[in-house]
């Protein structure tokens, strides 16, 4: 008898949880220009006035592309049901317009692969000079930027061995908290940016 009741009592609970968590199937589509961003959020306010706050959490990075602040997007996106509200879902974002004078400008890091209590990254200032942050074999000295491409000069340093790199590398995200550059295809740098 125990049995039964713990089995009505765990199916009971089973069936809670998936009605506190419906999916709504129908697809949604906003338009509107982003006023915040992160790694698991997008916020935008649309041509009506509305604020959405849309989780990119789980979404296919393929499909849901890193944007810049003052970006137009359209976002396609599901509500999931919760007890007490809703939750959007991004499943689809696509940049209409990007916002004039994407900045690099700033400091960027990642965390130190030898110490995980320090920072490395390179500091790219106004003038187009580069300082490279925590990096003391890979002297970074200047930068520009060209279209959706960084063009970083840097001096090698190390087994008594000295010599320049231009590394040419492509801008696959840039928003007010990251930046992602790649070569050939293959990310090189996943940065955040570190307030100064």
């Given at each position: 008898?125990?049995?039964?009741?713990?089995?009505?009592?765990?199916?009971?609970?089973?069936?809670?949880?998936?009605?506190?968590?419906?999916?709504?199937?129908?697809?949604?589509?906003?338009?509107?220009?982003?006023?915040?961003?992160?790694?698991?959020?997008?916020t935008i306010v649309t041509a009506k006035g509305d604020t959405l706050n849309i989780s990119t959490m789980d979404a296919d990075p393929q499909k849901v592309i890193g944007v810049?602040?003052?970006?137009?997007?359209?976002?396609?996106?599901?509500?999931?049901?919760?007890?007490?509200?809703?939750?959007l879902r991004a499943l689809e974002l696509k940049i209409i317009g990007h916002v004039k004078n994407i900045s690099v400008i700033g400091s960027w890091v990642t965390p130190n692969p030898i110490n995980s209590k320090e920072v490395q990254g390179m500091r790219l200032k106004e003038?187009?000079?580069?300082?490279?942050?925590?990096?003391?074999?890979?002297?970074?000295?200047?930068?520009?930027?060209?279209?959706?491409?960084?063009i970083l000069t840097s001096k090698s340093i190390g087994n008594k061995q000295e010599f320049e790199c231009i590394d040419t590398l492509q801008i696959n995200k840039l928003d007010a908290d990251s930046l992602v550059l790649s070569q050939h295809g293959e990310i090189i740098w996943a940065l955040a940016r570190q307030d100064k």
């Open positions: 008898m125990k049995q039964k009741i713990m089995l009505i009592v765990i199916f009971a609970f089973i069936l809670a949880a998936m009605n506190s968590c419906k999916k709504n199937s129908t697809p949604e589509n906003s338009s509107g220009y982003v006023v915040d961003a992160s790694m698991n959020n997008i810049a602040l003052g970006d137009t997007v359209n976002v396609t996106y599901t509500k999931y049901k919760l007890e007490n509200g809703n939750v003038d187009g000079t580069a300082v490279s942050i925590n990096m003391a074999t890979l002297v970074f000295q200047k930068w520009k930027m060209q279209d959706k491409t960084l």
